[in-house]
């Protein structure tokens, strides 16, 4: 009983997923992005498998890397566009919605959106109950002036978010070489192309702190300036600017 309420769900949050996409890409004045934090990156000399052009020579023990790289990708499925952004702090919200800020001018000059809608999974620093998240998005939509509608794949099934495809290639592209430092890393994402487009790529020279949240309280208050869709509140929610 339990495998098929879930089953339902699952179903009733894809539903919404494509219906939701699918409006955001045919109304005018919105804007569709994918977000996604990927597996960190451990910069020294680790076998990182496939082929190279070029020998080289992993290290044949274990030992601390130089340094940690976190990425995060924001993917717009339109325009086959790609932003990598890497910090060696904590993927945060912060850290995340930082990098929306960043991005912002760009996607104002060109788009000029009323409405950002966002596809993500409901990972722990993004996910709709994370306070310091919702904060985030809550101050951008105010500060731009601009609603927000987040657009959550189902639990196990992130694989469908857009920016995956992205992180695919970026990770066949660097196969077999030895990410060593930091301007390698960044290095080699700048050169990946996907559909014949170069990414942006970014390092935030920032300290993020984890475990930042709201209290109880906070949090209430800012719910009442959300909208989530009944039955799915967790996976569905408009942050409208009024």
Do not use: C
Request: proline share 5%; glycine share 4%; hydrophobic share 35%.
């Amino acid at each position: 009983m339990q495998a098929q309420k879930k089953i339902a769900e699952t179903d009733e949050i894809f539903s919404h997923v494509h219906t939701a996409n699918r409006i955001a890409d045919e109304t005018d004045g919105v804007i569709r992005i994918s977000i996604d934090i990927k597996a960190s990156v451990k910069v020294g000399p680790f076998s990182r498998g496939g082929y190279s052009r070029n020998e080289v020579k992993a290290s044949d023990h274990d030992f601390q890397p130089d340094t940690v790289l976190k990425p995060f990708g924001i993917f717009l499925p339109a325009y086959d566009e790609t932003y990598f952004y890497f910090t060696d702090s904590h993927a945060t919200a912060d850290f995340m919605v930082d990098s929306l800020e960043d991005l912002w001018p760009m996607i104002k000059a060109r788009f000029n959106p009323h409405t950002i809608a966002i596809n993500a999974d409901n990972g722990p620093e993004n996910s709709s109950r994370r306070s310091q998240f919702m904060k985030r998005l809550i101050d951008f939509a105010i500060k731009h002036e601009v609603s927000i509608s987040l657009i959550y794949y189902p639990p196990y099934h992130s694989k469908y978010n857009p920016v995956e495809r992205a992180w695919g290639v970026l990770e066949n592209h660097w196969k077999g070489q030895l990410l060593d430092s930091v301007e390698k890393v960044v290095g080699l994402a700048r050169t990946m192309t996907y559909n014949g487009i170069n990414p942006v790529v970014k390092l935030i020279n920032q300290t993020y702190e984890k475990g930042v949240k709201l209290t109880k309280n906070a949090m209430q208050k800012l719910e009442k300036m959300i909208e989530r869709v009944q039955g799915i509140e967790k996976w569905a929610v408009d942050i409208p600017y009024y």
